[in-house]
Each structure stands twice: as structure tokens, then as C-alpha cells.
């Protein structure tokens, strides 16, 4: 899609959602726009859902979610250009919406949808880690051998890998101050202090006693949740000292007393708390793992593929990710992504392609192949296809659901995050060929019984004429 294409989608869009001014708030995450609309009675859904350059539209709850693809960031642009938004910020037309009452739901999923948007925007950080994981793996004895773990190039991929872990705060805090509105220069001061080894040395041998208390060894590196807490407290206190610092002592003070004020709060209270909640939601996992591991991941491997349907996948796959970040691998649900655009596309699809006779069919199946295995996009496929007659919706997800569970049932894990596309396989690479290797089965199984299955529901009748 052209920036040309982008600008007539984009108009195209706003349109149909009833104009800007029908607009409350504007965002988008890694394959759709999102937007909060004052009156739902001016969208006009049926034209959007046939919309060319999308995959459809849905409501999840009282947003509307456009399906755009891989192209979403040039779109979104142009959104907030043509629509005057500024990126990523809820606009002034937000003043004008009554707020609801939050209950314990709704709490909890903003914590986990915050938490989505501090953590994706790093996603491609994260998937360099694997790589270098991948690439020391491949070299190294455990395959060709080419090298040996006390070479040079051993030595500079592993400890690349190793920083940027490491550094994972770092990240963390630049993405969490974008999103909650603060100074992202000492959001990264706050954590870098947090991160230097004289810092570090202190808090693991109890000797920075601020108070005359010593605080808790726990270190701040590799945390993710603490991060995203601080960083929050920061801009709620930066708030504060803007409002009530002159003008011209700002750029003197508002710095320096921001981080007096944080640092002792984060070192006694935040980065305990925040590194045990982050081991509370992980909890449920290893509960559950403790219970019936291959059940654990059967059921959200199987169900995976409706999350990402009602746009909820990533605030599943954070609880996920953190168990990563806890435990250094994952085995409930990140493998059988790995097997997802395999079976729910180069497979799935090609049994549609293969028994439809209708050439549109054939080459709708055809460009979902390619969205999912170079883009990593599998909403071409749900919306395109599966969502268009619903009971196809069984084959991906009865295939995602054995692929989980032979891959639990083999232990095979993931070491690092990756891409969702053709190059997930470095994922399970960072854990060893071996662990590669034992993904195959799985696989390969759920990719025969998507296939199976689809043959069998399909019919010409269900997509061509729906």
C-alpha cells in the first residue's frame, strides 16, 4: 500500500466513523485502529467491514477495532493527520464524555491493556535478543559447531543478547513514559540510577540504607512490572511540580526533586511489590502447570486464536510474557505460536484453496498465506475467512490446541521472544536445537488436523456467497 493509498484509506475511514469530531480517542496497536467513538449510531459498520485496504471491522465492547494489517502505522498517520489527533493521546474531545464507573473488571483490563502498550513498542528489542540467541545457537557446538563458546564472535553475540536483557528497564521506562505523558529523559535517569552497579551493590548487600532501614535485595534488572509503576508515579508527580513550580525554575527543579522524591519510594517500596506482582500474574500459570501441564496448554493454545479475533490476544499474551521474564521460559502458550501461521494459513487455507473452485476464494487464501507467513498477521485469515462462516473457526483452534499440547507433553520451551512471522522459529532456537528440533511434531500434527478439518466443514456455500 502506497502513502498515497494510505491517505484516501485514511479518509475513506473517517468518514464512515462519522468524522473526527465523532471521535473521542485515537490509537493503534500492531494491526488495527482503535477508536472510541461519541455516537456509535454514525458509524456506519456494514461499509467499513467491506472497506477496501482493511480485514473488517469489530466492537470490543464500545471500541471499534479497524483491521488494517502490516500497513496499520502509515494508515494511523494519516488518521491523525487528516483527523488533527495528536498520536497515541486521548484528544480534547474526551472532556466531553461522561466517564463511566470503573468495576473490578474494567480495572483489571486496563492494568493488563497498559501494560500491553508499555511492553509492545519493545517487542522488536526483545526479538533482536532471540536473534542473537538463535545466531549463537546455530555457531556454537550444539549444531555447526563452527565456533566454540570461547571464541570472539561467542563471546560478542552472547553478551549482545545478554545487555539488552539486561537493559530490558530501560526500554520499558522510555515506552511507559510515552504512554502516561512524562519526561522521558528522566524517566530513563530514574531507571539508569537504579541499574548501576554501585546502586545494584548496595541494594543485594543492604548497605544504601537511606532511612536506616535496609531495603529489600531485590535489583531492578530484568523487571518489567516495577518499571511501568515507577514510571507511572513519576508523571503523577511531575504533574504536580509543573503545577505548582514557577515557569523559571522548571527546567532547574522539577528534574532533581522528581527523582528525590522517587528513588527512595522505588527502592523501599515499588521494586519489591512491583517484582512480586509481576510473580502474582505469572502465579495462575505455574498453578495451573502444577496442576496438568499439557492441559494448561491445550486450553490457551486453543483458545488462542479467539483472543485474537475480539483484539484481546495481547493483553493474554502480556500474562504470558511475563512468565517468560519470571521463569526464562515459557511452555504454556508461546511455542504453539510458533505452529500458528503454519497451520492456520499455509495450511488451513490451502485446504480451502485446494477444494474451492471460486478463483477469488483461491487468491484470498493465497494473500493470507502470505500475511501470515512474511507479516506475522493472522487477521486476514480470521476475518477474511474463518469469521465468515464461524464453525471453520474450529479447525485453527483444535489445531493451535494439539500443537500446545504435544509441545508441552515434548517440554518444549520458549527462551527469548521472537517475531510471530517466519522467523519465530528463533524463539525455540534461543533454547537449543534440540528444543527446535521437538517443536516439529507438534507442528506438524496440528497442521494435519487443520488441514483435516477444514476439509471437511468447508463448503462452497459457506464463504463465496456470505
Not at 491523525?80 to 472532556?95: H, P
Not at 516495577?226 to 515557569?247: A, G, M, Q, T, Y
Request: proline share 3%.
Amino acid at each position: 500500500m502506497t502513502k498515497k493509498d494510505y491517505a484516501g484509506l485514511a479518509a475513506n475511514i473517517l468518514m464512515l466513523v462519522g468524522g473526527a469530531e465523532n471521535i473521542s480517542f485515537c490509537e493503534h496497536c500492531m494491526t488495527r485502529l482503535r477508536f472510541n467513538v461519541k455516537d456509535r449510531s454514525l458509524v456506519r459498520d456494514e461499509e467499513l467491514n467491506e472497506l477496501d485496504g482493511t480485514n473488517g471491522r469489530l466492537w470490543v465492547g464500545e471500541q471499534l477495532q479497524i483491521i488494517i494489517g502490516t500497513a496499520v502505522n502509515g494508515v494511523y498517520d494519516e488518521v491523525c493527520k487528516q483527523g488533527n489527533f495528536i498520536a497515541s493521546d486521548a484528544i480534547n474531545e474526551n472532556l466531553d464524555v461522561p466517564k463511566k464507573k470503573k468495576n473490578i473488571k474494567d480495572v483489571f483490563k486496563n492494568i493488563l491493556t497498559t501494560m500491553t502498550e508499555c511492553i509492545v513498542p519493545c517487542l522488536g528489542a526483545f526479538i533482536a535478543m532471540g536473534m542473537f540467541a538463535a545466531i549463537t545457537s546455530i555457531i556454537g557446538p550444539t549444531c555447526l559447531n563452527l565456533v566454540s563458546t570461547k571464541s570472539s564472535i561467542y563471546n560478542y553475540l552472547t553478551i549482545a543478547q545478554n545487555a539488552i536483557t539486561f537493559f530490558a528497564p530501560v526500554l520499558i521506562a522510555y515506552t511507559s513514559s510515552k504512554k502516561f505523558g512524562c519526561s522521558p529523559i528522566f524517566a530513563l535517569v530514574l531507571i539508569c540510577i537504579q541499574l548501576s552497579s554501585d546502586w545494584m551493590t548496595g541494594v543485594s548487600e543492604g548497605t544504601l540504607n537511606i532511612f536506616g532501614a535496609a531495603p529489600m535485595a531485590i535489583t531492578l534488572n530484568t523487571q518489567i512490572i516495577p518499571v511501568i509503576i515507577e514510571i507511572w508515579l513519576l508523571s503523577k508527580i511531575e504533574k504536580i511540580l509543573n503545577r505548582f513550580i514557577p515557569d523559571m525554575f522548571k527546567f532547574v527543579f522539577v528534574g532533581i526533586l522528581e527523582l528525590l522524591i522517587c528513588l527512595p519510594i522505588c527502592l523501599y517500596v515499588i521494586t519489591p511489590l512491583g517484582t512480586s506482582l509481576g510473580y502474582v500474574i505469572a502465579s495462575p500459570i505455574q498453578m495451573l502447570e502444577s496442576v496438568s501441564p499439557v492441559l494448561v496448554a491445550f486450553i490457551v493454545s486453543g483458545l488462542y486464536e479467539l483472543f485474537v479475533a475480539f483484539g484481546l490476544h495481547q493483553a493474554l499474551g502480556a500474562i504470558f510474557v511475563m512468565d517468560l521474564f519470571t521463569a526464562g521460559v515459557n511452555y504454556s502458550l508461546l511455542p504453539a505460536q510458533f505452529a500458528s501461521q503454519f497451520l492456520i494459513v499455509a495450511v488451513t487455507d490451502l485446504a480451502i484453496s485446494f477444494k474451492s473452485k471460486n478463483k477469488k476464494t483461491k487468491l484470498t487464501c493465497r494473500e493470507c498465506a502470505i500475511s501470515a507467513i512474511v507479516g506475522g498477521v493472522m487477521e486476514p485469515s480470521i476475518f477474511g475467512i474463518y469469521m465468515k462462516n464461524f464453525k471453520l473457526m474450529l479447525a485453527p483452534c483444535l489445531g493451535m490446541a494439539i500443537a500446545g499440547g504435544i509441545h508441552r507433553m515434548l517440554n518444549v520451551g520458549v527462551y527469548a521472544l521472537s517475531s510471530s512471522n517466519f522467523i519465530g522459529w528463533t524463539a525455540l532456537l534461543s533454547g537449543g536445537v534440540n528444543n527446535l528440533v521437538r517443536s516439529f511434531p507438534g507442528t506438524i500434527v496440528g497442521c494435519i488436523v487443520a488441514f483435516v478439518v477444514t476439509f471437511i466443514l468447508y463448503g462452497e456455500k459457506n464463504l463465496e456467497n456470505s
